[in-house]
């Protein structure tokens, strides 16, 4: 039987949703909801939804999904992730998950009491070649890693959207928006360690520039994130972790990536992906893969069906979620005071 899928958010993120949901045959596309009319008329109509609501409550008591996919501004993704869940909906929140650490706790403890299955949307992990270089890292043959190096943003361009440049719709700028996903994918490669310590600076420069390029509606002094940030994370077991996020980026060939530090060698998410060590001598490792799927976000529905049938457990864990949240707090608190904090004081 197919299964009844509801998009809330009809915005880019929703259009790429819609998309490859309508590809996948198990997936029955019951219903659209966008408070903007416009929006959703037309997406509805772009990808044939035959249900189009305002408001998530009429949605859910009518189109009654049994997956709902949150693709709206982060501000709404806890209320509406839980809205979900208590009508008995699995769900997939896009990235950032949302806007508080007690948000995401609250999230992870309604999916408990409700028994339904969370997912978060990140579309790194669905490489295979990542798989195998997780693999490998687990098996230790990287050896101990001691630190990481996270960086990922745009050339000379904020995110495209209508709310990524506010910060009380989006959490944060480009370290929340875009970096996460390099954030999400190393934490998940190296075993999302408890991070303890965050430090942070991020700088807006959008708004000082003498010609901005403004790629959202408004004017460069509309926007209230930061267009540059770096941090330094402490983790438990004894790692760190360095972050660096720039939508204003100059053109670079190596504008995102990560590089993880092993005792013997590095693992990067550019070919060859590990490279080993001996001596002087510098070994690059060769790994056996299944084929790459042909779209990640695809990909994530098929694999989060297959979890809510009982094949299998969604690709990201709640411990790995709430360890990238803790992390974007903890930046913003951190870039905030001026000051590192410590992450079990963060709310
Ligand atoms: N995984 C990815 O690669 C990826 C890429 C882009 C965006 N995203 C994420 O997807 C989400 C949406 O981003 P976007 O780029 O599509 O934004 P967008 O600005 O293009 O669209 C947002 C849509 O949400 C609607 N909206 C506003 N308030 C709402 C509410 N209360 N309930 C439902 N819908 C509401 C808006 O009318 C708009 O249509 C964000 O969390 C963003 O970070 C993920």
């Not at 958010?9 to 949703?17: E, K, N, S």
């Not at 890693?145 to 959207?161: D, E, F, K, N, P």
């Not at 790629?215 to 438990?236: I, L, N």
């Amino acid at each position: 039987m197919s299964v009844r899928t509801a998009v809330v958010g009809a915005g880019i993120m929703g259009d790429v949703h819609l998309k490859q949901l309508n590809s996948i045959q198990d997936i029955d596309v019951v219903a659209l909801m966008d408070p903007n009319e416009e929006n959703a008329t037309t997406l509805s109509t772009k990808h044939d939804v035959e249900g189009v609501f305002g408001d998530m409550e009429t949605m859910l008591a009518v189109a009654r999904p049994e997956y709902v996919i949150v693709a709206s501004p982060p501000r709404f993704h806890a209320a509406q992730a839980i809205a979900a869940m208590q009508s008995g909906a699995h769900v997939l929140v896009e990235k950032p998950l949302c806007i508080t650490v007690s948000e995401t706790e609250a999230i992870e403890a309604c999916a408990k009491q409700t028994r339904r299955q969370f997912t978060m949307g990140v579309q790194r992990r669905q490489s295979r070649a990542m798989r195998a270089v997780k693999q490998f890292i687990q098996d230790g043959e990287l050896g101990t890693v001691y630190h990481s190096r996270v960086w990922a943003g745009h050339i000379m361009s904020y995110a495209w959207g209508q709310y990524h440049h506010r910060k009380e719709m989006s959490l944060g700028g480009v370290l929340a928006a875009t970096t996460v996903h390099t954030l999400d994918a190393c934490l998940w490669l190296i075993g999302a360690p408890e991070p303890l310590t965050v430090t942070a600076s991020t700088f807006r420069r959008l708004d000082k520039m003498k010609s901005p390029h403004v790629s959202f509606e408004g004017t460069a002094t509309d926007s209230t994130v930061e267009d540059f940030g770096h941090a330094h994370v402490r983790f438990a077991d004894g790692s760190s972790m360095s972050i660096e996020g720039n939508w204003l980026m100059h053109p670079t060939k190596h504008g995102n990536g990560f590089e993880i530090l092993g005792v013997n060698g590095v693992a990067r998410d550019v070919a060859p992906y590990v490279e080993l060590e001996e001596g002087t001598k510098v070994i690059p490792y060769e790994f056996n893969h299944e084929e790459e799927p042909d779209d990640a976000v695809r990909q994530e529905h098929v694999e989060f069906i297959d979890a809510i049938r009982g094949n299998g457990i969604p690709i990201v864990s709640f411990q790995e979620a709430l360890t990238v949240q803790k992390i974007l707090v903890g930046i913003y608190t951190s870039a905030e005071s001026g000051k590192e904090v410590s992450v079990k004081d963060l709310a």
